[in-house]
């Protein structure tokens, strides 16, 4: 048996989980609610993170338009997306929503933009 | 001379909040006046997600959050000038603005709404010793820089301070491939979200360095080096713990000050803790029909209190430009005692209560298994246990109307019991520290 503690990042209550493995198997303490349970058995087998940045735009108010994947990827796959937007060049008009970059590392997840401009 | 029923300076969350609310109570002929080149306010550089958990049971980053209440506005036809600067106000409500195409402008206006915001305290407001080299930023002024005009600040980063913006900003720098040594802070714990702490620092290996201090800024044009030493409880550098951090940028996360000095100008009357105008149930200020909201009344860590706010100050807007707000009746006094550092708002009028009144107040120290406790002239109306309360977080309490009956100048008083304390740490007041 071992026991990880862990700070549930899901809302910013930021409840402290304790999460105890026992053969493959994982229970949540000390979440208040559903989602943290979910958080602490996947932070110690999937870890997964939502990224924000931005990529180049022309033609808009600014010169960067900020983007977020629209779900979690693999923590050890943020990096390589940052690297995978450096390449990205939009052109104005473009809508909050808009795709950027379709199912990134095959997980699923899109990266689209966050505003319109 | 233009005219209009109510104007609302600074088109932030507060702002546009405030305004669209002040419509969808019946009235028209709205202006929001902002300086910048769009509307939006501060969340237009906070590209990160975790906006609108209350508002819209969602996650979104701040300009998703700013574009739903900027769309709702326009569809309302609510007019608005960008690029503008509002001068002056006084008590008659008149303001003066200018901008590059209209010129100098007079505004009469029936009632006022204030949302102007904060500003970030600088390197100034904490004199840090040594000479002024290129590469000392605020967290703001990088964090919009980064994530708007494109422009990277720097490679090799310190940040001073741990709120939830000098956290950000280690992560983001740190995407954006530079390399945060560390991130010092002066409390003994940081003033910012836990899971901000995780996710932006123990993600990617950043020490954070609780009750240390910047001592030193090393280099003449360009930061060379930051020295950072340890301090007592007194907060003073301890000798013989100073260590060197080689980097090019400093980045300061040491505050925000509410942007009062129109209100101040104009014969607001200020509270002295929270650095904003002393605010009614209604979000109004001393002067009649002058009304504020947002971060220019106390600073807020969640938007989603703006909006909840700034809608009461919309609505009150629109309450008093159609004589429906109540001036009769008693006035109540509200007082953070003993572990809570201020209440807003400071004056109730029940007379103007719905059902409940919200308070809202924050703590001076760090608090685990408390009981908060209200209490009017004296009878305790309320009691909630605390596991867990800390000046970064906000706290609310909700006061049912009829608790409220009773004589005028009457004291709402809240306060912190402790039933134990388990930790204690000393809390200076960040201004003064
Ligand atoms: C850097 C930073 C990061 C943040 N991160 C988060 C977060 O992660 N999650 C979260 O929930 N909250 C966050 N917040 C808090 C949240 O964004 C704020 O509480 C919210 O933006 C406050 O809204 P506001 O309208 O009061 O102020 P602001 O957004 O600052 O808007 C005020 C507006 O008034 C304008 N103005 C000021 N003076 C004048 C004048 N004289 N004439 C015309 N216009 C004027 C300004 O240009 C500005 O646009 C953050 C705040 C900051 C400062
Ligand atoms: S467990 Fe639920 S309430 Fe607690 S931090 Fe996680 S998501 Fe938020």
Redesign the pocket.
């Known amino acids: 048996m071992k026991k990880h503690e862990l700070v549930c990042i899901v809302c910013p209550m930021g409840c402290r989980l304790d999460v105890i493995e026992e053969k493959e198997k994982y229970t949540v303490l000390g979440n208040k609610c559903p989602r943290g349970k979910d958080y602490g058995v996947k932070e110690l087998t999937n870890p997964t993170r939502v990224v924000t940045s931005t990529v180049k735009i022309e033609g808009g108010l600014l010169n960067r338009i900020p983007v977020k994947t629209n779900g979690d990827i693999p923590k050890d796959k943020v990096f390589e997306c940052m690297k995978l937007l450096d390449k990205i060049q939009l052109k104005a008009p473009v809508k909050a929503g808009d795709i950027v970059l379709k199912n990134i590392f095959n997980t699923g997840i899109d990266v689209v933009t966050s505003r319109s401009m | 001379m233009l005219n209009y029923n109510v104007v609302v300076?600074?088109?932030?969350?507060?702002?546009l909040a405030a305004a669209i609310e002040a419509k969808k109570n019946g009235v028209d002929n709205i202006l929001v006046?902002?300086?910048?080149r769009e509307l939006?306010?501060?969340?237009q550089?906070?590209i990160?997600n975790?906006?609108g958990l209350h508002e819209f049971k969602e996650e979104l980053t701040?300009p998703e959050y700013a574009e739903r209440f900027i769309v709702e506005l326009r569809n309302m036809g609510i007019e608005y000038k960008l690029d503008?600067?509002?001068l002056d106000m006084n008590q008659n409500k008149t303001i003066s603005?200018i901008n590059s195409t209209d010129g100098f402008m007079n505004i009469q206006a029936k009632a006022i709404v204030l949302?102007?915001?904060?500003r970030?305290r600088t390197r100034g407001a904490i004199s840090i010793p040594g000479a002024r080299p290129a590469g000392v930023f605020t967290?703001?002024t990088a964090?919009r820089f980064v994530n708007m005009e494109g422009y990277m600040v720097g490679k090799k980063v310190v940040i001073l301070g741990s709120g939830?913006?000098g956290l950000?900003m280690a992560r983001r720098m740190t995407l954006e491939g530079a390399q945060v040594q560390a991130v010092a802070e002066l409390m003994p714990f940081s003033g910012g979200l836990t899971r901000n702490i995780v996710q932006c620092l123990d993600d990617y290996g950043i020490p954070l360095l609780l009750s240390h201090t910047i001592t030193e800024i090393k280099g003449r044009d360009r930061v060379e080096g930051i020295v950072i030493a340890q301090v007592d409880e007194k907060f003073k550098p301890i000798p013989g713990t100073e260590k060197e951090f080689e980097c090019d940028t400093l980045l300061l996360s040491v505050g925000?000050i509410p942007?009062n000095e129109?209100s101040v100008q104009a014969g607001v009357d200020m509270d002295r803790i929270t650095s904003g105008p002393i605010v009614n149930e209604a979000m109004e200020t001393n002067i009649e029909g002058v009304f504020a909201?947002?971060?220019?009344v106390h600073?807020?860590?969640?938007?989603?209190f703006?909006t909840a706010e700034?809608r009461r100050a919309g609505a009150s807007a629109a309450k008093y430009v159609n004589n429906e707000l109540k001036k009769e009746g008693t006035t109540l006094k509200t007082e953070g005692k003993n572990g809570v550092r201020y209440i807003v708002p400071q004056v109730v009028r029940p007379e103007n209560i719905d059902k409940t009144l919200d308070l809202f107040m924050r703590v001076d120290n760090v608090y685990h298994n408390v009981e908060m406790v209200v209490k009017i002239d004296g009878k305790e109306v309320k009691r909630m246990k605390k596991r867990h309360v800390a000046p970064g977080e906000m706290e609310s309490v909700k006061i049912k109307k009829e608790d409220l009956s009773c004589a005028d100048g009457s004291k709402i008083e809240v306060y912190l019991e402790k039933e134990a304390c388990l930790k204690k740490e000393v809390y200076l007041e960040k201004e003064g520290a």
């Open positions: 300076i600074g088109g932030g969350p507060a702002g006046i902002e300086r910048d939006g306010g501060i969340l550089q906070c990160h975790g906006f701040g503008t600067m509002v603005a949302a102007m915001g904060c970030e967290a703001g964090q939830d913006i950000i925000l942007e129109l909201c947002g971060n220019v600073v807020h860590d969640l938007v989603d703006v700034s």
